[in-house]
C-alpha cells in the first residue's frame, strides 16, 4: 500500500526557516515522483515543488523559488522541503504526493494535482509574527 505522511509544521516567525518531511513507505522513491501542495484557507491547492522518480530534476512555484529546496533520501524513504525567508503567505496546509503508477508523464516533475495519486495527511505551516 501507497501511504505518505506529512511531519514539520508549526508556527514561524516571517523570515524564519521549516524543514517539512514527508515519510513514505509501499513504494520506492525511484519509480515515483513527489510533489509538495499547499492549500490555504479558500484557495484551491496549488503546487509548491515536486522531485522526479530520478532525483535529478525539482520544479518550484515561482513564489517560492530560491526559498524553498525540496530534496529526498531514498535509504530513510524521506522527501524533504526546506522553507527558508517565509512570509505570512505561505501559510496553508502543505501535503506531500506522489504521482500516479502509469500514464504519459509517470515519474516526471510535473506539478499539477491531477497526475498526483496518493496524497498525505497535510501540515499546517503557519507563518506570522
Known amino acids: 500500500q501507497l501511504q505518505l505522511e506529512e511531519s514539520g509544521g508549526g508556527l514561524v516567525q516571517p523570515g524564519g526557516s521549516l524543514r517539512l518531511s514527508c515519510a513514505v513507505s509501499g513504494f520506492t522513491l525511484d519509480y515515483y515522483a513527489i510533489g509538495w501542495f499547499r492549500q490555504a484557507p479558500g484557495k484551491e491547492r496549488e503546487g509548491v515543488s515536486c522531485?522526479?522518480?530520478?532525483?535529478?530534476?525539482?520544479n518550484y512555484a515561482d513564489s517560492v523559488k530560491g526559498r524553498f529546496t525540496i530534496s529526498r533520501d531514498i535509504v530513510k524513504k524521506m522527501v524533504y522541503l526546506q522553507m527558508n525567508s517565509l512570509k505570512p503567505e505561505d501559510t496553508a496546509v502543505y501535503y506531500c504526493a506522489a504521482d500516479r503508477s502509469s500514464g504519459a508523464l509517470q515519474g516526471l516533475c510535473v506539478m499539477a494535482r491531477r497526475f498526483f495519486g496518493s496524497w498525505g495527511q497535510g501540515t499546517q505551516v503557519t507563518v506570522s509574527s
Open positions: 522531485i522526479d522518480s530520478s532525483g535529478d530534476i525539482t
